[in-house]
């Protein structure tokens, strides 16, 4: 090729991608095993010339107020890092400032669902510095809850009674295992009142109903494998038994990605729905506790722009 053709053809080549300018909130205490992960993670985003500024949270909001006061002028992205508590306080933090920011994760919690749902190693940070640098933005439409918002899922019942039952610093030191004994704990002296959903003109009944976002829940279980983070709708699982037997059957199909085929549990999609059940019940949200019943449960009227690993 002749060094006019080269120069050319170089004149027409599309530009580089620019570096973001990166707010990370930091929850440390979902971070305290992994510091050295985030720290790898920052000093890569600043390698790749990205402006990156970092605010750790002290208490429960604070990820939501930092979310909420960035400016769109300083930012082009929040990225949470901690575990899927963190980005739910940024979701809403985004949605309650008008949005303009994309959102980004560098997992470090007990739980990361949402670095599942994208396809994101999070024991690879030159991978989570990359996408948050450059990666490509999804849309994606969160659901809301009584007027909060959640990403991935909400449920009631069970669950939503353990993760109401968690001891924070049990939590903290065990990571997942306190889940489990919060479970059997909840499972021997609960009582597995009726939750009773309706939707689509229907009324459905269960011991424990989610409304998925994604397709994973506790884990890299799929629990509603036609759901999606950019799907407008909810894929409601309700399962119907009780006790340490419902506990066992459903704790065994989960891991082995059974439980959407047992044929007691009614699959619903819907845009909107309504749980009912004891006045009070706690609902949870992306694994905390975002609301009570009543729940009044659809898709936010807002889209969230979320970063994904590239092809």
Not at 261 to 285: C, D, F, K, N, Y
Request: aromatic share 4%.
């Amino acid at each position: 090729m002749s060094n006019d053709h080269l120069l050319q053809s170089r004149s027409h080549a599309a530009p580089a991608p620019s570096p973001r300018r990166v707010l990370v909130v930091h929850n440390p205490a979902a971070g305290r095993r992994h510091g050295r992960r985030l720290d790898q993670v920052l000093a890569r985003l600043r390698d790749l010339g990205c402006v990156v500024e970092c605010r750790a949270t002290t208490r429960r909001g604070d990820a939501e107020d930092f979310a909420r006061q960035a400016s769109r002028d300083a930012y082009d992205v929040v990225a949470a890092a901690g575990g899927d508590g963190t980005v739910n306080e940024i979701v809403n933090g985004l949605a309650a400032g008008g949005g303009g920011m994309a959102l980004a994760v560098i997992p470090l919690g007990t739980a990361n669902i949402l670095a599942l749902e994208i396809g994101l190693d999070i024991a690879d940070g030159d991978a989570v510095a990359h996408t948050i640098a450059f990666g490509p933005i999804r849309r994606v439409h969160p659901g809301v809850a009584n007027g909060r918002h959640f990403l991935l899922m909400a449920g009631a019942g069970l669950d939503a009674q353990v993760v109401a039952g968690l001891n924070p610093e049990f939590k903290r030191r065990t990571g997942r295992l306190a889940y489990v004994v919060e479970s059997v704990r909840q499972a021997l002296g609960y009582d597995f009142p009726e939750i009773r959903v309706r939707a689509n003109g229907r009324t459905y009944r269960g011991r424990m109903a989610v409304a998925c976002k994604g397709r994973y829940y506790g884990g890299p279980f799929v629990a509603a494998p036609q759901a999606g983070l950019d799907k407008p709708q909810l894929d409601v699982c309700i399962l119907p038994r009780s006790g340490m037997a419902g506990l066992m059957r459903y704790g065994l199909a989960l891991p082995l990605n059974r439980l959407s085929e047992l044929p007691e549990i009614e699959h619903v999609t819907a845009s909107t729905m309504t749980i009912l059940g004891p006045r009070g019940a706690p609902l949870q949200g992306d694994g905390d506790i975002v609301a009570r019943l009543p729940a009044e449960i659809g898709i936010a009227d807002t889209t969230v722009d979320l970063i994904v690993p590239g092809p």
